[in-house]
């Protein structure tokens, strides 16, 4: 998507990938709430891969997002005091909040997990719930 990039340029689609963003903010519905691409950091290296005419137009796709921590192995979020809490039974839970800061899902069945469940799917690509 460079030089040939399409007059048709769709906001719903990942500019780096063209599959569907998943944005609230880039759907043509009337109503705009909360995405989960504004409760993430999305890092400037990942920001930079955008083609120039493309930039600030439309949203990266959580899967996009999601590989790139992956071949990046970007460090975990640390913990902050609500982010988790034990269980009856001694374990350590993570809250949704601590799940959307980390910015994907990781694939391993969480309890608190903001992401839509979509057995099609690999780990790290659903949309977070909304």
């Known amino acids: 998507m460079s030089e040939g990039l399409s007059k048709e340029f769709d906001a719903g ?5 063209n599959q569907p963003n998943h944005c609230q903010l880039c759907t043509e519905r009337a109503y705009k709430g909360p ?3 504004m409760r993430v950091e999305i ?4 920001l930079a891969q955008v083609p120039p005419p493309l930039r600030n137009r439309t949203c990266i796709c959580q899967a996009c997002v999601t590989a790139f921590h992956r071949r990046h192995k ?7 005091p609500n982010d988790f809490y034990f269980d009856p039974g001694g374990l350590l839970v993570l809250t949704a909040a601590y799940h959307l800061r980390r910015g994907f899902c990781c694939g391993s069945g969480c309890r608190h997990c903001p992401y839509k469940e979509n057995k099609s799917k690999a ?3 659903n949309p977070p719930l909304p």
């Open 13 to 17: 689609h990942c500019p780096l990938c």
């Open 74 to 80: 970007t460090v975990a979020q640390p913990l902050l």
């Open 123 to 125: 780990p790290g690509n």
């Open 35 to 37: 995405c989960w691409c």
């Open 43 to 46: 890092p400037g290296a990942l």
